[in-house]
């Protein structure tokens, strides 16, 4: 069984700021619970470009700067998004890293603007909090 998905842009729409390429934006909006437009200030100031993703190493450097180091980085437990699901508790919140791509686990569910397949190798977790 897969964990729940629930759809969220981070609130981009609402702002009327929808990018392209903006996972990271929406992945730190919906995990620290702080509007689309003070997540993609904050990736700005850390080498995002409008309508454009980050690399890995800019995104860690973000993360690591959030809020006196509020995320810390982990090693991931599982190998896949589907194995996630035993090993992530129902309570914590955290930003998972796949191959170009990343999203948010709040609460046992995936939040994102697209689902993740269940397949999908994770490559980095992040705990927030």
């Given at each position: 069984?897969?964990?729940?998905?629930?759809y969220?842009?981070?609130?981009?729409?609402?702002?009327?700021?929808?990018?392209?390429?903006?996972?990271?934006?929406?992945?730190?909006?919906?995990?620290?619970?702080?509007?689309?437009?003070?997540?993609?200030?904050?990736?700005?100031?850390?080498?995002r470009?409008?309508?454009?993703?980050?690399y890995s190493?800019?995104?860690?450097?973000?993360?690591?700067?959030?809020?006196?180091?509020?995320?810390?980085?982990?090693?991931?437990?599982?190998?896949?998004?589907?194995?996630?699901?035993?090993?992530?508790?129902?309570?914590?919140?955290?930003?998972?890293?796949?191959?170009?791509?990343?999203?948010?686990?709040?609460?046992?569910?995936?939040?994102?603007?697209?689902?993740?397949?269940?397949n999908?190798?994770?490559?980095?977790?992040?705990?927030?909090?």
């Amino acid at each position: 069984m897969e964990l729940p998905y629930c759809y969220s842009n981070g609130g981009a729409e609402g702002a009327f700021l929808r990018e392209k390429s903006d996972c990271s934006v929406i992945s730190l909006a919906v995990a620290a619970c702080v509007p689309y437009v003070e997540a993609a200030r904050h990736m700005r100031l850390h080498g995002r470009k409008w309508n454009q993703g980050m690399y890995s190493d800019d995104h860690a450097r973000a993360l690591k700067n959030w809020r006196k180091n509020s995320i810390k980085k982990i090693r991931p437990p599982a190998k896949t998004v589907a194995g996630l699901k035993k090993l992530i508790d129902n309570f914590g919140t955290y930003i998972v890293g796949v191959r170009g791509h990343v999203f948010t686990i709040r609460q046992g569910r995936i939040w994102d603007a697209r689902p993740p397949k269940p397949n999908q190798k994770v490559t980095e977790l992040w705990k927030v909090g």
